[in-house]
């Protein structure tokens, strides 16, 4: 079993509508949950970053973490066809791991015009 | 968000040279960098873990020999590919993290061997 796991996707959904990534993580005791964005052929870009459970809001993104369900998720509203990328799930077990992170397979999201 | 800049961004080398990468925190020091590989279409690989003044910390499966990391300082971090062959032809890409367990990645270099 991965310890980070997503849909592989595509994940295809119209301009304007809501995309919802899903990410469950195996480690209960993880700490520090991720989300980076990365465009084809390019190298990963931070999104945001939660360590509470609950939601947390930045312009279009908002990220949910459930930890006793284990699972982080990514909401972006107003979908545009410039949030076409993989986006990337990864998550830091704290204690010896240090910044370590633990990445997902990543899930690619396609927003159609 | 903090800046991590990566050099070159493109390399093509014949078989059998060494490529240096060096990857630099510009904004902050860095406590931990790391350096992945990424061929098409799949994950990003974590190859090392590398600490400020100590020796790097290599993955299963990555030869330390051939993959030299070097991090001198609290901003600058190198990777060397020895002796590089066509299967070593992939994208390079460093973070760097200081506080906050938070991972800032450099641009990535294309690495093509002939």
């Known amino acids: 079993q991965k310890e980070v796991e997503q849909n592989s996707g595509p994940l295809s959904v119209p301009e304007g509508a809501i995309a919802s990534l899903n990410c469950t993580y195996s480690d209960r005791g993880s700490q520090s949950f991720f989300w980076y964005r990365q465009y084809s052929g390019k190298s990963p870009e931070l999104i945001m970053f939660?360590?509470?459970?609950g939601d947390k809001e930045d312009g279009r993104f908002t990220a949910q973490l459930n930890k006793a369900s284990q699972y982080v998720s990514l909401l972006i509203r107003d979908s545009q066809p410039s949030d076409s990328a993989t986006y990337l799930c990864a998550v830091n077990i704290g204690g010896n791991a240090g910044n370590m992170l633990t990445f997902g397979g990543g899930t690619r999201l396609m927003v159609k015009p | 968000g903090a800046v991590v800049s990566q050099h070159p961004s493109w390399v093509i080398c014949k078989s059998g040279t060494s490529v240096k990468i060096e990857c630099r925190s510009l904004?902050?020091?860095?406590?931990?960098m790391f350096w992945y590989r990424q061929f098409p279409k799949q994950s990003l690989m974590l190859m090392a873990t590398?600490?400020?003044?100590?020796?790097?910390?290599?993955e299963q499966g990555v030869e330390k020999d051939k993959f030299l990391i070097n991090h001198a300082s609290l901003t600058l971090s190198t990777l060397t590919v020895t002796s590089a062959h066509p299967e070593d032809s992939s994208f390079y890409i460093c973070?760097?993290?200081?506080?906050?367990?938070?991972?800032?990645f450099g641009a990535g270099t294309r690495l093509s061997v002939l």
């Open positions: 939660i360590y509470s459970n």
């Open positions: 590398s600490n400020e003044g100590s020796k790097a910390t290599y």
């Open positions: 973070s760097a993290a200081g506080g906050k367990n938070i991972q800032y």
């Open positions: 904004d902050f020091q860095a406590t931990t």
